[in-house]
C-alpha cells in the first residue's frame, strides 16, 4: 500500500509539472522535475520516449494483416494520453476518488508501453494530458498548439470531450481512439475515429443474435419504461436483420408505475417453450426486481429466460434465487477469467509496479495500448484502414471492429465508415452465485 500511495503522489506531483522520461537500451533515467509551467501554459503530465529492441512476438492475439510496406524500421509516432486526472482538484487531503480512472488506466498504458518495447521495433514519443473535468477547460487544452505534435490520441473519456475532440482530430486527419465512451453517432465522417466500448446498440444486437439462434421471434417479449422506448429499436431492427417477419412482443410500462401488477405476464409464456423477456433497463433496481418478482409468481412450471444490461452486474438489491430461478443472462463490454495465467502475469506486473491490484480500467490501459502499438507496427498510421480485417484476443476479451454509418448508409466494401467501433459484447449467464460466459 505504501508503494500504490507513493506512485499516486508521484503522478500528482507530475500533474503540475512537465518531465521527460527516457528509455535507452533497457535503461530508465528516472525524470528531472523542473518547476511549475508559466502561468496559462499548458504542458503535458508526463513525456516518455520509448526506444525499444527488436525480438519476441506482442502478446494480444494474432494478426491476419501484413506489415506496411511503406513503414521503415524504427519510425517514431507521437502518441498523447488524454485523461482526467484532475490535478486542479488535488489538495492536502489527498486525490480525488475521480481520478482512479485515470490513475488506473494510465497505470495499465505503461505496463504495455514496456512491453511494446521489449517485443516490437517501435520508437513512440508520448506525452500524457490532464484534461481536467469541465468542458472549458478541455476546450483551453485544445487550443494548446503541443497537441498537433501527436499523430494518434487515446482519450477523452468523458463524452462532450470526446464529441467536441472528434471534430477536432477530423479536421487535422488525426487518429483518435475513445476508450470509455460507448455512446453511438458521437461523430461523422471521420473514419480515424476508432471507438474501443461496445454501444449500446451492439449490447442489444448481441442479446437478440444469440436469442434467435435458440428461439423464434414470438417467443421474445421486450419490456421497459415509455421513457426508454427507443432503445427498443435497436432489438427490433436486429431482430429483421436475422430474417422473418415476426417482430418481437412489446410492453411499454407508464413511468411512474412501481410494480406490474397491473400487467399481464402470463399471455406473454409459451406452453412447451422457452419464453424470452428482455429488459434495456437500469435506472431502477426496484424496477427490474418488481419485473422479477412478478414474473417468479405468474411463470409456474414453464421455462423462461430474462436477459438484461451490464448495470446488472453491480446490482446488490436483487436477490441470487430470482437470478437463478428466471435464468438471467446479461450483456458485458469486458469480462476477466482470474483463473487465467495471463490475467495474472498482468496483477503481478501491475502490483510490482504500484503495490496495488489492478481494476478494470487499468486492464481496459493495457489492451488499448497494447493494440495501438501492434497496428502502429504492423500497418504505421494508416492502420485503421486495415480495422475490417483485424481481431485480437485481449485480456478483457476481444476487438472485433465494424464500419459504422451514423447516417444510415450501406456499407457497400469500399465505403468509407463515418467510425469504427468495437462491437464485440460478452454474453454473461448467472450460475452458481455468480456471472459467467455463455458456451
Not at 48 to 60: D, L, V
Not at 157 to 168: G, I, Q
Request: hydrophobic share 35%; net charge positive.
Amino acid at each position: 500500500m505504501k508503494k500504490y500511495i507513493l506512485f499516486l503522489q508521484c503522478l500528482a506531483i507530475l500533474l503540475v509539472v512537465a518531465c521527460d522520461t527516457t528509455r535507452r537500451s533497457g535503461t530508465t533515467v528516472r525524470p528531472n522535475l523542473p518547476g511549475k509551467p508559466l502561468p496559462g501554459k499548458t504542458t503535458p503530465m508526463d513525456t516518455i520516449r520509448w526506444t525499444p529492441s527488436n525480438c519476441g512476438k506482442p502478446p494480444i492475439g494474432q494478426s491476419s494483416g501484413q506489415p506496411g510496406g511503406n513503414k521503415p524500421a524504427g519510425e517514431t509516432y507521437h502518441v498523447s494520453f488524454l485523461l482526467p486526472f484532475l490535478s486542479n482538484q488535488v489538495s492536502g487531503e489527498g486525490i480525488p476518488e475521480k481520478s482512479r480512472l485515470a490513475l488506473q488506466f494510465y497505470a495499465g498504458a505503461k505496463i504495455a508501453l514496456e512491453q511494446l518495447s521489449a517485443e516490437t521495433s517501435l520508437q513512440l514519443m508520448v506525452n500524457v494530458w490532464d484534461t481536467q473535468a469541465n468542458d472549458s477547460d478541455f476546450e483551453k487544452l485544445m487550443r494548446n498548439s503541443r497537441l498537433e505534435k501527436s499523430s494518434v490520441f487515446i482519450g477523452p473519456v468523458r463524452a462532450s470531450h470526446v464529441s467536441m475532440f472528434a471534430d477536432w482530430t477530423k479536421q487535422r486527419k488525426k487518429i483518435l481512439i475513445s476508450p470509455e465512451s460507448p455512446t453511438a453517432d458521437l461523430t461523422q465522417g471521420n473514419p480515424g475515429f476508432i471507438q474501443i466500448n461496445p454501444s449500446l446498440r451492439s449490447h442489444c444486437e448481441t442479446i437478440v443474435r444469440y436469442v434467435r439462434k435458440r428461439h423464434k421471434a414470438d417467443a421474445v417479449t421486450l419490456i421497459c419504461k415509455k421513457k426508454e422506448a427507443d432503445r427498443l429499436v435497436y432489438f427490433q431492427n436486429a431482430n429483421a436483420a436475422v430474417g422473418g417477419n415476426t417482430r418481437f412482443n412489446e410492453i411499454l410500462i407508464p413511468d411512474e408505475s412501481k410494480d406490474f401488477s397491473s400487467v399481464d405476464l402470463k399471455k406473454y409464456l409459451r406452453a412447451g417453450r422457452t419464453s424470452i423477456f428482455i429488459l434495456p433497463s437500469w435506472a431502477s433496481q426496484d424496477f427490474i426486481m418488481a419485473f422479477m418478482r412478478r414474473l417468479k409468481e405468474v411463470k409456474g412450471s414453464n421455462q423462461v429466460e430474462v436477459y438484461g444490461m451490464p448495470q446488472w452486474r453491480n446490482f446488490d438489491a436483487i436477490e441470487p434465487e430470482y437470478l437463478s430461478q428466471l435464468n438471467v443472462h446479461i450483456t458485458a463490454a469486458s469480462w476477466l477469467d482470474y483463473g487465467a495465467s495471463e490475467i495474472k502475469e498482468f496483477q503481478q506486473k501491475f502490483y510490482d509496479a504500484t503495490g496495488s491490484l489492478p481494476d478494470e480500467d487499468a486492464f481496459n490501459g493495457y489492451d488499448v495500448t497494447m493494440f495501438v502499438g501492434r497496428m502502429l507496427a504492423m500497418h504505421g498510421l494508416s492502420f485503421p484502414e486495415q480495422l475490417s480485417s483485424e481481431k485480437a484476443n485481449t485480456l478483457r476479451g476481444r476487438f472485433v471492429f465494424s464500419k459504422i454509418f451514423a447516417s444510415g448508409g450501406l456499407d457497400q466494401g469500399t465505403n468509407q465508415p463515418d467510425y469504427w467501433e468495437n462491437t464485440f459484447v460478452h454474453l454473461l449467464r448467472f450460475n452458481q452465485f455468480q456471472y459467467e460466459p455463455v458456451e
